[in-house]
T-cell receptor
Framework: AQRVTQPEKLLSVFKGAPVELKCNYS??????LFWYVQYSRQRLQLLLR??SRESIKGFTADLNKGETSFHLKKPFAQEEDSAMYYC????????????????FGKGTKLSVKP | NAGVTQTPKFQVLKTGQSMTLQCAQD?????MSWYRQDPGMGLRLIHY???????DQGEVPNGYNVSRSTTEDFPLRLLSAAPSQTSVYFC?????????????FGSGTRLTVV
């Protein structure tokens, strides 16, 4: 079964420290992976897509198919990074196109202390 | 361009009551989904739609109905509310058939069933 695992419920770091939020997925097909961020009581916002290989707000994430991981990293955490982070998996059919939904992990709450 | 609009933002229901959570998007997105967000559980898919007239069940469909008569609207109906349905509900939509751009989320409906 397809699954997204975020092993840490809470990650607490000090401002300026490096951050790594872990995400592992289970899917035998071709995955599309995303990171979403949710600031306190706000809607979820797309942070990163693995397909675009971009850096947003200093965050990067690399898809490692061998380890089935898509960890989110930032070299120097800022207090404004404190939020819930969700890793999500999109399932693609073998011929292209999507099943039309995202599977989410349970989320990691990042707390950046001053 | 309003994006994804959910109404109401807050609702209190009594056990056994029914109601409809509204979701509308003005981006001509094909794919739309409903998720519920519960502490420690992340986001779980309730129902989704890959186009007008086409809907399918997600992970936790029991107690909910959906329909998609137009591209823009995707209402979620609670048939007979139960305390277990107390949650935050998010509607989301996607432009790309392959979900390359992920989902755009609404601001959520916070539902309490007493």
């Amino acid at each position: 079964a397809q699954r997204v695992t975020q092993p840490e419920k809470l990650l607490s770091v000090f401002k300026g420290a490096p951050v790594e939020l872990k995400c592992n997925y289970s899917y035998s097909g071709s995955p599309e992976l995303f990171w979403y961020v949710q600031y306190s009581r706000q809607r979820l916002q797309l942070l990163l897509r693995h397909i675009s290989r971009e850096s947003i707000k200093g965050f990067t994430a690399d898809l490692n198919k061998g380890e089935t991981s898509f960890h989110l990293k930032k070299p120097f955490a800022q207090e404004e990074d404190s939020a819930m982070y969700y890793c999500a998996l999109s399932l693609l059919y073998f011929y292209g196109g999507s099943q039309g939904n995202l599977i989410f992990g349970k989320g990691t709450k990042l707390s950046v202390k001053p | 361009n309003a994006g994804v609009t959910q109404t109401p933002k807050f609702q209190v229901l009594k056990t056994g009551q029914s109601m409809t959570l509204q979701c509308a998007q003005d981006m001509n997105h094909e794919y739309m989904s409903w998720y519920r967000q519960d502490p420690g559980m992340g986001l779980r898919l309730i129902h989704y739609s890959v186009g007008a007239g086409i809907t399918d069940q997600g992970e936790v469909p029991n107690g909910y109905n959906v329909s998609r008569s137009t591209t823009e609207d995707f209402p979620l109906r609670l048939l007979s509310a139960a305390p277990s349905q107390t949650s935050v509900y998010f509607c989301a939509s996607s432009y790309s058939r392959t979900l390359n751009y992920g989902y755009t989320f609404g601001s959520g409906t916070r539902l309490t069933v007493v």
